[in-house]
């Protein structure tokens, strides 16, 4: 039986070679493409996120950027810098005295960096806007600065917690997390370029509503000497609330422009906001690097001149709220 075998196989030996080099290809192609197949699903620098809590999804590019947390054995105000006096007025955008007298409108522009041609759109408008870049986009360090040389300030957006299912990204503030990861991550996602004035809260309508999780937050704020702005994503938010009692310069925003990503929408929130800041004399909107939004600012924007309404940098509200304050002091 073995020789017959071993006859066989001499005879067919050819054959035999032939299906042994297609067994093997055909074991390498399936390799590849199950190397392949893997890594295209788990792809690091890409994902989907809203841009805001109640939004809706887009895909964007996240910085491969792999800070994993291990819990550290020193106190949490090791964390800490050395104080550094209002730096929030060292970054501010100067803004000229020909405002004085109109009223004036903040425009912050969120989420910011990781959409890279949406941000350059919006880099493009007209300046000064306030730009809020979240901090796990990629290159920020570039892309901060050709947004500061164009006139526009600069914010870090903080991913925190949403009550919703919504993701708010790498390094994001959570209410379940110990002091040290909060910590850790705050400074992770303050690291991530410089030139800044301040934060304001991604998403976070759960984050903002946990006291113990925004003191550790504003400690850190007042150590840099940094703004606030609150989003205001929760009515419930603490954020500005707490900044007002720290005597941290702070303000909230008064509505968001796209809820409905829709232009004619847009514009409407933004003739809501003129006759906000005709009112009080100014008003604060935040809106989101959409295609619409930024179709509506670029029509919207060059006609304020002749309206008698100044676009401002959020550093010159505060500056403004702050010298009022004083005044109603003497």
Do not use: C
Not at 38 to 53: D, G, R, W, Y
Not at 72 to 94: N, Y
């Amino acid at each position: 039986m073995r020789r017959a075998g071993i006859v066989f196989l001499w005879v067919y030996r050819k054959e035999a070679l032939s299906l042994a080099y297609l067994f093997l290809i055909g074991m390498a192609f399936g390799a590849i493409w199950i190397f392949h197949d893997s890594h295209s699903k788990i792809a690091p620098t890409q994902n989907i996120l809203a841009f805001e809590e109640e939004h809706k999804i887009v895909e964007v590019v996240i910085a491969d950027v792999k800070t994993p947390y291990v819990a550290l054995e020193i106190p949490a105000e090791s964390f800490l810098p050395e104080p550094i006096e209002e730096t929030w007025q060292t970054h501010a955008v100067k803004v000229s005295a020909v405002v004085e007298g109109k009223p004036q409108i903040s425009i912050i522009i969120d989420d910011l960096g990781v959409v890279r041609s949406r941000t350059f759109d919006v880099i493009t408008l007209a300046p000064p806007l306030t730009l809020s870049f979240l901090p796990y986009a990629p290159d920020l360090y570039d892309v901060t600065r050709i947004a500061r040389d164009k006139g526009h300030e600069l914010m870090v957006h903080i991913p925190m917690e949403p009550k919703g299912d919504k993701d708010p990204g790498p390094h994001a503030l959570l209410t379940h997390s110990t002091d040290q990861k909060i910590l850790q991550d705050l400074q992770f996602n303050l690291s991530r370029f410089d030139g800044y004035v301040g934060l304001n809260n991604h998403m976070g309508s759960a984050f903002t509503e946990d006291r113990a999780g925004l003191n550790l937050v504003l400690d850190e704020v007042q150590k840099r000497g940094l703004l606030v702005l609150d989003s205001r994503t929760s009515g419930k938010s603490l954020f500005a609330q707490m900044a007002e009692e720290r005597n941290i310069p702070n303000m909230t925003r008064d509505l968001f422009l796209d809820n409905e990503q829709d232009v004619d929408y847009i514009i409407g929130q933004l003739e809501k906001l003129e006759n906000m800041a005709r009112r009080r004399g100014t008003a604060i909107a935040i809106g989101h690097p959409y295609k619409e939004t930024i179709k509506a600012l670029s029509i919207w924007l060059p006609t304020l001149k002749a309206k008698g309404i100044a676009v401002v940098p959020l550093s010159h509200l505060i500056k403004r709220k702050y010298e009022n304050i004083q005044l109603a002091k003497r």
